[in-house]
């Protein structure tokens, strides 16, 4: 794999990540605590109460991206593979609460709240469970992508030094082997033979 294309990937995921992140403390529901003989109380829900998974889980993503750039050949795989888990995790959040948010903010309420009384979805906030949910499908699109392309430039190297020609690799003095040679960036004064 390219430094490009790793620069390219970590930056991507970084940005996604940080974007999905910023969506987690903003308001995602509002509930009302109704309880026999008091006054309803409006409570709101944040994205981090209802995706208790997404700030630990983006925070490995970020991590990931910046290992990604220190890293070469097999640990890209073990790189990726916390990526797509941690990714995965965050979106599938992000997904079920778009799927049933009177489910899921209820659920969440009740692990948070501590009131006995009945709790009722007031109002949802599709906007930034929307923009947390792509920025996260982002993260695995990202993922699946490296894993993808990480093998293949190996593959691709492989069959770059299959097409010499053989008087540069035998080390013949004609032309075109010292053209070869050249581009190469060897030093023609100690000889046309590969290091």
Known sequence: MTTRKKVWAAFLSALLAGAALLCLPQVWV??????????????PLTGSAIAQIGSPALLVVLAASLALLAIRGFL?????????????ASA???VSFLLDPSQSSVDAAKS????????????????TASIYTVAC???????????????KRVAESQKA????????RTGATDHL???DAQDAGLDLTKG???P
């Open 76 to 88: 890209i795989y073990v790189i990726v593979f916390f990526w797509l888990g941690a990714g995965g």
């Open 177 to 179: 082997a010292i053209w």
């Open 30 to 43: 509002r509930l009302e605590l109704i309880e026999p003989g008091l006054p309803v109380v409006e409570e």
């Open 192 to 194: 046309t033979q590969k």
């Open 161 to 168: 030094t299959k097409y010499e020609r053989d008087s540069y």
């Open 112 to 127: 948070t709240l501590t009131s006995q009384g009945e709790i009722v979805v007031a109002g949802v906030s599709y906007v």
């Open 92 to 94: 599938y959040v992000g």
């Open 137 to 151: 499908v982002g993260v695995l699109v990202v993922a699946t992508w490296l894993a993808v392309t990480a093998r």
